[in-house]
Every structure is written in structure tokens, then in C-alpha cells.
């Protein structure tokens, strides 16, 4: 019987030890865990509050800015009134409209960092992408042309319906055409021809037996340029907010276009090559076959 009892109780007696430290560091890791739940939630608190200062801050300045380029503007105007010298009076007109410019820039930047840091609503409505984009392309036309761009939009041969925010998906584009147009104004005059081609590959029609698309159905948006493409240290970061490799660049287009994007569930992609171009591909979910695209 003792032959039993006694490793019996000896192997008790070494877990009732091994238990005790077992405890302590379980209750040492609950309570490590609960540290770290509250400072997520103490500086998720103060980056909301940051956030909301920042955004109250820019509004603040943008309106003064406003005012300041509209007054700078109005100063060349009485300028060029004034009994001075021609000589004086080009020289006060430069300046003002120099100020006008940075004024203007300025509140660019601060429109851009509002709607890239604000909260993204979408209203989205069965939509055909044939037509929304062959309105944004001819709206965007007379720009691409003033920069030597050749602008070519290839619609699909039937409709190709999504549900999006017809105006947050233009957007979405217009930022990745202005992308596009500013690589290829990069070129030499001398150089490759200049062209920028917006292609629709839609999904392929099928459908389940609720008369609904495929799931996985997905449109293509291509977003083509034969400019001087983007090197590789660069594609990393393209969609990174700030980053821009041009003058003068806010480096909120990308991210601001690939947010949209997000938004509706889809997705943006990009294939470069350098030296010979780049290309956008801008993927959303296929709406329903039995969905009526709504026409403007």
C-alpha cells in the first residue's frame, strides 16, 4: 500500500509547487493584458482628440486664407491703378500674385489633408462605370490636352454596373488621371508620345440562383500611361500619405483614391515599369444582374 501511496502523494505535492508559480504568472499575464488593453485605449482616445484638433485647426486657417488670396488678388488689381512706374508697378503686381499662388496652394493642402483625415460617407447606387467615366473623361479632356496628353477611354461592350457614390468614385479617378498627366509631363518634348488610356475589363456576367452576381465578380478599372514609370524604392511608398516625388505635390492622391476604393470594397493595384509606364487597376464588386443602373 505505501508502495502507492507514498509516490502518489509525492507527485501531489509537486504539482501543488509547480501550480504556485503557474498561478502567479497567469495572474501577472492578465494583468499585463489589462495594462495594455488601457493604454490602447487611453491613446486611442488621445489621437481622437488629436485628430479633431487638427481638423478644427486647418478649417481655422483655411478661412483665412481664403480671404487673404481674394484680398491679394484685389491689392493687383488697385495696383495697377496706382500713378507709379511701370517698372514698380509689374514688380508689386508679381509679388501679390505670388501671394495670391502660396495663399491658394496652402488651402489646397489643407482641402486635401481634410478630406483624406475626415470620415469617408458613400451613398452608393447601382451604376454603370461606361458612363460615369466617359463623363469624367471628357470633363477631364481639354486639361490633358493643355498638357500634351492623349486621352483615349476604351468603354466595355456591355454595361459594366457597381455600387458606388458616383461622385467619390470620380474623385477616385481624377486623382489617379492628375497622377498620370504629371509623369507624363515629365517627359522630354523630344521623348515617348504622351498618352494616358482609361480601359473597362467588366466581370464576367454570371449568376447564382438568387438572380444575384458572383461574389468574387469583380470590374476592372485601368488607369494606363506611358510615362517614365516609378522606380522601385518609390512604389512602396506611393500609397503612403505625404510621400510625393513632385514639386509642389501634396502626396494625398493615391491614398485619398485608394481609400474610396476601400470603402466600396474594392481594391487599387498598381504594375510599373520604368521607363515605359504604369498602370492603375482599379477593382470594385459587380453588382447584382437584376440591379437598374441608375442614369444621370
Known sequence: MSDFVLPFLGGMLVCAILAVPLALFMRREQERR????????????????????????????????????????????????????DEQRRRIIRR???????????????????????????????????????????????????????????????????????????????????????????????????????????????RTRGGQADAGAMHAVHVTDTGPGISPEHLARIFQPYFSTKKGGTGLGLPTARRIIEEHGGTLDVHTEPGRGTDFILRLPAAETSAEPKRP
Open 34 to 85: 489589462a495594462r495594455l488593453s488601457r493604454r490602447r485605449a487611453e491613446d486611442a482616445e488621445r489621437l481622437a482628440e488629436l485628430g479633431t484638433m487638427t481638423g478644427g485647426l486647418a478649417h481655422e486657417i483655411k478661412n483665412p486664407l481664403s480671404t487673404l488670396s481674394l484680398n491679394a488678388q484685389l491689392l493687383a488689381e488697385d495696383v495697377a491703378d496706382l500713378p507709379v512706374p
Open 96 to 206: 501679390t500674385e505670388s501671394l495670391r499662388r502660396e495663399a491658394d496652394r496652402l488651402k489646397g493642402i489643407l482641402t486635401d489633408f481634410l478630406q483624406f483625415a475626415g470620415r469617408i460617407r458613400i451613398d452608393p447606387e447601382p451604376q454603370d462605370l461606361n458612363v460615369l467615366i466617359d463623363e469624367l473623361v471628357d470633363f477631364f479632356l481639354p486639361q490633358a490636352l493643355a498638357a500634351g496628353v492623349r486621352l483615349r477611354a476604351t468603354p466595355a461592350k456591355h454595361p459594366a454596373v457597381a455600387r458606388v457614390d458616383s461622385a467619390l468614385f470620380k474623385q477616385a479617378l481624377l486623382n489617379l488621371l492628375l497622377n498620370a498627366v504629371q509623369a507624363l509631363e515629365s517627359l522630354p518634348p523630344d521623348g515617348p508620345a504622351r498618352e494616358l488610356m482609361v480601359r473597362i475589363e467588366p466581370a464576367t456576367p454570371t
